[in-house]
């Protein structure tokens, strides 16, 4: 069983998600994007202030499945079966779209091809869910491009 993170890096993460949370707040942007963000700065590939990679790894995966919880928290099958080909057809376009792009750029700023496809498709479903989480905190997943989006 893997220890929890030593407090420095607990409290490291902490100070600067809350910094990040607020500033955010005042722009109107969604705080997902800036935490991930913070994260990239501030593990061993950024700043290096982070030490314990694989226990904030470990703390990490339970934050995307509270993320992804609180996304199907909102799903219904009712919905999706009214608007299904447009799910379809737009969520194959954007998840496509954002992993083509992330990979071609990735493969010419010299990462391996294999790795660059692998960064596509973590950040198309990245995107996906920072979309989804916006919209959940503006309370427009009902509005039109919400209701589209919804069911990705």
């Known amino acids: 069983m893997t220890e929890l993170p030593m407090p420095r890096e607990i409290a490291i993460i902490a100070i600067i998600g809350a910094a990040v949370t607020v500033t955010l707040a005042r722009f109107k942007l969604p705080t997902v994007a800036g935490l991930l963000a913070a994260g990239a700065i501030l593990g061993p590939f950024g700043l290096g202030l982070v030490k314990e990679v694989h226990a904030i790894e470990l703390l990490s995966e339970v934050g995307v499945v509270l993320l992804l919880f609180t996304i199907g928290l909102e799903f219904s099958f009712n919905k999706m079966r009214h608007i299904f080909s447009q799910v379809a ?60 989006s919804s069911a990705l």
């Not at 969520?91 to 496509?96: D, E, I, K, S, Y």
């Not at 960064?119 to 503006?138: C, E, K, N, P």
């Open 89 to 148: 057809l737009g969520g194959f376009f954007q998840m496509a779209s954002t992993a083509g792009a992330v990979t071609g750029i990735a493969y010419w700023a010299g990462e391996p091809l294999p790795n660059a496809i692998f960064y596509g498709f973590v950040v198309s479903l990245s995107s996906t869910a920072i979309v989804l989480r916006a919209l959940s905190d503006r309370g427009e997943v009902d509005a039109p491009m919400g209701d589209s």
